[in-house]
């Protein structure tokens, strides 16, 4: 496989359900992402890593707990969410900002349609 | 911080048509933007960038964009439209050694036969 897969793309889940997103790049980047993406409203970025460091929280509720293990792997878990948390959350990889910097081009993957009852 | 925002949340043309979608962003230090397309059902996928140097970028798809300083703009254009050419275009801005990248609320083409 190639680029950047999300399993699974569609999930639903009740409130008291626990789950998890998967996220994996085949593209030998360093930094990985994870954003909402609701109808009618811009992406947010909700968490990002940078050489397996999380350097961003957008003040996303502590019912969202991302986990990145390498660098090639991202985990969005999940726990007693609310229906206005259903939403498209798409992951995203780039090379990573080093000490020299970058320009850095982000390359998503197809998402996961979530859906809280 | 970085924003930009997109002028029109639809815009509908028809098939052979001149394509123009715009995107003014806000920045206090030079700005890296980019034109993202997202097809139904699909991730976003990377249409043009701008970084340094030449204005006037082309992309995929027979997509390019012009940057222009003075009126804080990147505006997206295509010749000729295709139905093949129907989604939801996203622009966004991020910064020299930031991974925080912004995006615009989206603009839905629609394409008429």
């Known amino acids: 496989e190639t680029g950047v897969t999300q399993t699974p793309r569609h999930l639903v889940m009740g409130m008291t359900n626990k789950k998890s997103l998967k996220c994996e790049q085949h593209?030998?980047?360093?930094?990985m992402y994870w954003y909402k993406q609701s109808a009618k409203k811009p992406l947010e970025l909700m968490f990002v890593?940078?050489?397996?460091?999380?350097?961003e929280n957008n003040s996303v509720p502590s019912r969202f707990s991302p986990e990145c293990p390498n660098s090639s792997h991202l985990f969005l878990h999940l726990h007693t969410l609310q229906p206005e948390d259903s939403a498209l959350y798409l992951c995203?990889?780039?090379?990573?900002?080093?000490?020299?910097?970058?320009?850095?081009?982000?390359?998503f993957g197809p998402g996961t349609r979530l859906t809280v009852l | 911080a970085q924003s930009v925002t997109q002028l029109g949340s639809h815009v509908s043309v028809s098939e052979g048509a001149l394509v123009l979608l715009r995107c003014n962003y806000s920045?206090?230090?030079?700005?890296?933007l980019f034109w993202y397309v997202q097809y139904p059902n699909q991730g976003l996928q990377l249409l043009l960038k701008?970084?340094?140097?030449?204005?006037l970028v082309k992309g995929i798809n027979g997509f390019e964009a012009e940057f222009k300083k003075s009126e804080t703009s990147f505006h997206l254009t295509k010749p000729s439209a295709h139905m093949s050419d129907a989604a939801e275009y996203f622009c966004?801005?991020?910064?020299?050694?930031?991974?925080?990248?912004?995006f615009g609320a989206g603009t839905r083409l629609t394409v008429k036969p």
């Open positions: 966004a801005v991020t910064l020299y050694n930031n991974n925080d990248m912004r």
């Open positions: 995203a990889s780039s090379q990573g900002i080093s000490g020299g910097g970058s320009t850095d081009t982000q390359y």
């Open positions: 701008y970084t340094t140097g030449a204005t």
């Open positions: 593209l030998g980047h360093n930094a």
């Open positions: 890593y940078n050489f397996k460091e999380q350097t």
């Open positions: 920045s206090s230090v030079p700005p890296y």
